[in-house]
């Protein structure tokens, strides 16, 4: 280990002081520049001794290209230095610590604020299409408490590093490491996606997926063949499960590919704040107050509600004071546009609804003598009383389409007559009122960072404009 007990190692042109944490291969110390800015900066110790043999001119290598690199979600490696026993890396430093402490100080992370962590997280593996080995909520460092960014630390080593010593003792937590890490020693990059479920995982459920009381409980669970998991509480979004389940899957073979985890809904990193988000915002916006300007309204609030889903990161990408102030004030004035729409929208709702019925009760008359239509239509009603219910779309929708399903055959089988009219009709009701929800569902899912939100003072209003009840 690097740094001797009695002290941080002495180092040229820098003041060392407390030690801000030790991993698997290093230990990390604050320090000042003793040049005139004081600037401060993390230095990372690495032993040489810890690295494979041979490996110390790669790393060295690595290190200089690191060294070029800047990316606002990575920790920036300003110089280095090196001595007989060590390598010290000179870091920013990142103040808000690391995401496991993040994690635990809170217990748990809701899901949308997780989802950023996601994004930021991985928005440099995605660009650059390159691989970090190992993952884990310890080599993720937030710059500040306050607007925490996250960054990733430890770039770059793993390639370096096996996780076996020479003694064949595994180096670092299995905790975070993909099952064919620790059991088959034979991997690829796919093991990142198998790291980014476990930290998602513990984000979500306040701890790993293998926790486990002892080390022998520990290889039982990384060595079994069941299917992970999930904890029913807290609930989760079925687009979070889904992903969870598909990033926690033991065999590389069958985990899901960068590509489908990439354009997964709820990785969603159409809506990661980026320097495309206000110009996304503004052509939505654009879009809206036309269908707006001619009359169609739920068009207009789809429009608007899509258009804040831009907003709000590019108020998160935006540091300008003054242009952040600007955008604030135009989002407030749609927010207030979406509002009056709610309201038009959901009074020709009712309306809707109450047509939709009076003319199935009729249908459910001249069906008495068909079970099969009469049970569809049953499925229908329970449809609409699911949609009357907060937060009911979902299974309202579910059961549309279900009731549309048998529907639809019945109706290529009944003959010409006032019926088949009546139940044609139902049929494009059923259609219509699915296509509402649809886009209800698709509003109630935006995806506000709330946390920025919830700063901004913006969240509620928002929120409650997008919507309908
Ligand atoms: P290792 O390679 O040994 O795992 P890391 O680079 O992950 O070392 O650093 C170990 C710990 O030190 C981290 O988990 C974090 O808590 C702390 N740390 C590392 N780099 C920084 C930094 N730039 N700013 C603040 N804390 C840091
Ligand atoms: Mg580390």
Same mark, same amino acid.
């Given at each position: 280990? /690097?740094?001797p007990?009695?002290?941080p ?10 030690r801000?944490?030790?991993?698997t291969y290093?230990? +990390?110390?604050?320090?000042? /520049? ?6 401060? $900066?993390a ?11 041979a ?5 060295l ?6 060294? =070029? ?5 990575i920790?920036h490696?300003k &110089? ?18 690391d995401?496991?402490?993040?994690i ?20 440099f ?5 390159? !691989? ?7 080599n993720?460092?937030?710059?500040? @408490? ?5 960054k ?24 975070y ?9 034979? *991997?690829?990059?796919?093991v990142?996606?198998?790291?980014v479920? $476990?930290?998602?995982?513990?984000a979500?459920f306040g701890?790993?997926?293998?926790a486990s009381?002892?080390f ?6 990384i060595?079994?063949?069941? $299917? ?10 079925r ?11 033991r ?11 990439? /354009?997964h809904?709820? $990785? &969603? ?7 495309e ?8 916006? +654009? ?14 609030? !789809?429009?608007?509600c899509?258009?804040? &889903?831009f ?12 242009r952040?102030?600007a955008?604030k004030?135009?989002?407030?004035? *749609? +927010? ?22 009076s ?8 069906a008495?003598?068909?079970?099969? @239509? ?16 907060? =937060? ?5 929708l ?9 529907l639809l055959? @019945? ?18 009701n059923?259609?219509a ?12 899912? !935006?995806?506000w ?9 913006l ?8 919507t309908?009840?």
């Open positions: 280990m /690097a740094g007990a009695w002290g190692p002495r180092l040229d042109g820098f003041i060392l002081t407390e801000l944490g030790s991993g290093a230990t +990390v110390y604050k320090a000042y /520049a003793k040049k005139d800015t004081r600037e401060v $900066v230095i990372k110790c690495v032993a040489k001794k810890s690295l494979n043999k490996s110390v001119e790669n790393l290598t690595e290190i200089e290209i690191l060294k =070029g690199i800047r990316h606002p979600h920790v490696l &110089d280095f230095q090196w001595d007989s026993d060590n390598i010290y890396l000179i870091m920013e430093f990142c103040a808000g610590g995401l496991s402490r993040f635990h100080t809170r217990r748990i992370l809701p899901e949308k604020v997780a989802r950023v962590f996601m994004q930021h997280a991985l928005q593996l995605h660009e650059r299409n390159i !691989s970090h080995l190992d993952l884990k909520p310890q993720i460092l937030l710059s500040s @408490l306050e607007k925490p960014h996250l990733l630390a430890d770039f770059g080593f793993a390639q370096h590093m096996s996780p076996w010593d020479e003694k064949h003792v595994l180096r670092g937590s299995p905790l490491m993909a099952p064919e890490m620790v059991c088959q020693r034979q *991997y690829d990059a796919r990142d996606l198998w790291s479920g $476990v930290i998602l995982y513990e979500l701890q790993p997926p293998f009381r002892s022998s409980e520990l290889e039982e669970k060595r079994s063949n069941r $299917v992970i998991e999930l904890p029913l509480r807290p609930p989760l979004s687009d979070c499960r889904d992903l969870l389940q598909r990033l926690l899957e065999d590389p073979n069958r985990r899901i590919s960068f590509q489908d985890f990439f /354009a809904p709820w $990785v &969603d990193l159409e809506h990661m704040p980026s320097r988000s206000l110009a996304r915002a503004t052509a939505l916006v +654009v879009q809206a107050v036309k269908k707006d300007q001619d009359g169609e309204a739920v068009a207009a609030l !789809s429009l608007y899509q258009a804040l &889903d907003f709000v990161p590019a108020l998160h990408y935006e540091v300008d004071a003054q952040k102030e955008i004030a135009k989002v407030r004035q *749609y +927010v207030s546009r979406a509002e009056e729409l709610k309201a038009i929208v959901s009074s020709s709702n009712q309306a809707l609804l109450k047509q939709g019925t003319a199935r009760d009729l249908l459910r008359e001249m008495r003598d068909k079970p099969r @239509l009469l049970a569809a239509l049953e499925v229908a009603s329970a449809a609409t009383a699911k949609e009357e219910e907060a =937060g009911g779309e979902q299974d309202a579910d059961l549309y389409q279900h009731g549309l399903g048998e055959v @019945l109706l290529a089988a009944e003959p010409p007559g006032r019926r088949r009219e009546l139940l044609h009709t139902e049929v494009q059923l259609m009122r699915a296509e509402y929800l649809k886009e209800q569902v698709k509003m109630r899912e !935006s995806h960072a709330a946390e920025t939100l919830d700063k901004e003072g969240s509620e209003s928002v929120r409650s404009s997008c309908l009840q």
